[in-house]
């Protein structure tokens, strides 16, 4: 069932003073006394261009379906574009509270239904001027609250191309310390060989130097052998007088064995060249080898760093994570709190529209009262009753709507402080969010 209003009902001279203030009809009271349903009809579509703010011209252009079906729908055309002035009519007399509004008030008007249905449509228009105001402050605050939730989906979006452009050079970065790591497992497999290759090099080096030794030992032997032949060589110079024959043989004997010695001196000296030619290659293995680790110890200073900017990368990408679910948390919080002040509004405008009828009401009341007392000569009587009761009722209305008022008003002023709060939250959150950005743009940059 739909919801029922009250609004006081106007005397056909504030009726006539009211639409003649705000249109150019040439209404009178005497239309209400004696009313023309075709004066009338011009009249409704006034009242309708006031409550609606469009032209009657236009609704009646709009065609029915039902024409179609009609066999002669020229001839009907007038009747429907009545009857869609009728609905267009009766929809805006219902949200007035006028819910029996129908056809034969325009066809038939009379005087009472006249003066109801009109002084509810001038309530209707009054409401209507009176919240104008405050719908276009609420219209207004809207808009700004729209523009700054699409700041903040705008500022979101430039947030998460950030973030893709972040984590795009994080892999990148992944994939090249994966890359350094497999160089540096290689390099530490060669670093390995090459250790194992200097250790045979150096027991091959031992092993030169001990038989160089022994042949220098050999070659001094051969030295004390040539003296000695030297010696025995004089001496069987001494004795060639004797037998030099045999002397002879001696020498040749002499000659062979020197012979055979510089052969094997010479042999000796050889391998002893190509052992010093071996020590040279081993030397320049072993400084290979000690560039090669120094270029691990470098790439593993290198990769400790690396690790260290990942760490980084990971703290900032918790803490702008954090950051995104608390704002995510404060938006629907926001949501939630303007629909609780939408609902709270639409009860507080409710609240306001059933006091200002409630207090028309009861002034027209307390009219009808006065009026009833100045042409009943009883002051004692039964109107001084009634009224100090109306009386009464209306100062106990007028509590409770003062209650009710101050009531809406704490909780306006609630949800408004809850609201500052949450957008001064959700901008702190902003500033943290751009410094946590500023920080690591500083440490990218010092990297």
């Known amino acids: 069932m739909a919801e029922r209003y009250g609004f006081p009902i106007l005397s056909p001279d504030e009726c006539v003073s009211f639409l003649r203030e705000f249109s150019n009809t040439t209404i009178s009271e005497e239309d209400f006394k004696k009313p023309d349903p075709k004066r009338w009809q011009i009249f409704y579509g006034t009242i309708f261009e006031l409550m609606t703010g469009r032209q009657a011209d236009l609704v009646t252009q709009t065609r029915l379906h ?25 929809k805006k007399m219902s949200a007035a509270g006028i819910q029996d509004f129908t056809v034969r008030d325009l066809l038939e008007p009379k005087p009472k239904r006249l003066q109801r249905n009109v002084s509810g449509a001038i309530n209707f228009i009054r409401f209507a001027v009176y919240r104008q105001g405050v719908f276009d402050t609420k219209k207004d605050e809207l808009e700004k609250q729209r523009e700054s939730y699409d700041f903040v989906l705008k500022e979101n979006a430039d947030l998460k191309k950030t973030l893709h452009a972040k984590r795009e050079a994080h892999e990148m970065q992944m994939s090249k310390m994966k890359q350094l790591q497999e160089e540096n497992d290689a390099i530490s497999v060669r670093i390995q060989d090459l250790h194992k290759q200097r250790e045979v090099h150096q027991r091959n080096l031992s092993e030169m130097k001990n038989e160089l030794s022994q042949r220098n030992a050999s070659s001094d032997q051969v030295k004390v052998n040539i003296l000695t ?57 072993e400084r290979d080898a000690e560039k090669a680790v120094k270029l691990l110890r470098d790439i593993s200073n290198d990769s400790d760093r690396l690790t260290e900017l990942e760490k980084a990368v990971r703290k900032q990408q918790d803490i702008h994570q954090d950051l995104r679910s608390s704002s995510l948390g404060i938006m629907s919080k926001r949501d939630n709190l303007r629909q609780v002040q939408a609902s709270r509004q639409d009860k507080l405008s409710k609240l306001d529209l059933q006091y200002h009828n409630k207090k028309a009401s009861l002034q027209e009341q307390i009219s009808q009262l ?16 009634k009224k100090s009761e109306v009386m009464a009722e209306i100062e106990n209305v007028k509590g409770e709507v003062h209650m009710k008022e101050e009531e809406l008003e704490a909780k306006v002023e609630r949800t408004n402080n809850l609201y500052s709060e949450i957008i001064t939250q959700v901008d702190k959150m902003n500033v943290e969010v751009a410094e946590g950005f500023s920080e690591f743009r500083k440490i990218m940059k010092t990297n």
Do not use: W
């Open 370 to 385: 006065k009026h009833s007392k100045e042409t009943v000569h009883d002051p004692k009587g039964s109107n001084e009753s």
């Open 66 to 90: 039902a024409g179609s079906d009609c066999e002669y729908s020229e001839l009907q055309e007038e009747s429907f574009t009545f009857m869609t002035f009728t609905m267009a009519l009766q």
């Open 229 to 285: 032949a030297q010696a025995e060589g004089e001496k069987l110079s001494l004795r060639i007088v004797q037998s030099p024959e045999r002397v002879k043989a001696e020498q040749e004997r002499a000659k062979n064995r020197i012979m055979s010695l510089k052969a094997t001196e010479e042999e000796k000296q050889r391998r002893l060249g190509e052992l010093q030619r071996k020590k040279e290659s081993v030397g320049s293995q």
